[in-house]
């Protein structure tokens, strides 16, 4: 496994490959400049489609930082968080820039290696400056979409707003458009459909 860096203003011809233990990462969940590094934080699967064809259901997946350091040539990885996760966001005002929190969907490996659902009913919210981890779950039989960060003005400080999602209800077959505080991850309002929604890989408001 390989990642490639190429300058903003650079083309094929300037790419430059660090090399990384074997993975692969369908998400990153932001990266940016530091100086004379690159910070890159993803989802790292260990292994994707090698013995089971059908699905990203072989290993855990967890958020990993690759630091690129462009003069040594070298690459530093450090695991941010052990839970299996996927669908990593942060506000999007912030992307490519030095960021504070990142969302995602906490998943249960072994629904997931059966085919069971739901995969998931925790949302995640990881603060990076102090290294910790909250969780909000939905409870039992409930399966959970991509949260997206929605802040409350286009000024408003990066933990300011909510977070919109999906929650669906497998006993009863009905979904909730469900909007949560960021900061405390409390329920803030539910908008109830009288039917499920799909599950979809992605969401965006």
């Known amino acids: 496994a390989r990642i490639g860096v190429m300058p903003r203003s650079g083309s094929a011809r300037d790419v430059r490959w660090f090399e990384v233990a074997p993975c692969y990462v ?9 100086g004379a590094t690159l910070v890159l934080d993803v989802v790292r699967h260990p292994r994707v489609f090698d013995r089971e064809r059908l699905g990203p259901d072989e290993a ?25 996760q996927e669908f990593p966001r942060v506000d999007e005002r912030l992307v490519g820039r030095r960021y504070r929190y990142g969302y995602a969907l906490a998943l249960n490996p072994d629904a997931v290696r059966r085919g069971a659902r739901p995969p998931s009913d925790t949302v995640l919210k990881h603060d990076r400056v102090r290294g910790t981890t909250a969780r909000r779950s939905f409870g039992e039989g409930r399966q959970v979409s991509e949260f997206v960060f929605i802040p409350h003005a286009p000024d408003a400080a990066e933990d300011d707003g909510v977070l919109m999602g999906f929650v669906s209800d497998l006993t009863t077959d009905r979904t909730d458009l469900m909007l949560l505080d960021a900061g405390s991850l409390e329920r803030v309002a539910a908008i109830h459909f009288p039917t499920r929604v799909p599950a979809g890989f992605h969401g965006n408001w």
Do not use: C, I, K
């Not at 997946?61 to 839970?83: F, P």
């Open 60 to 84: 855990a997946s967890t958020l990993v930082r690759w630091t690129v350091d462009l003069h040594a040539g070298t690459v530093r990885e450090e695991q941010v968080n052990d839970q299996a």
């Open 26 to 34: 369908f998400h990153p969940m932001n990266a940016y400049d530091d």
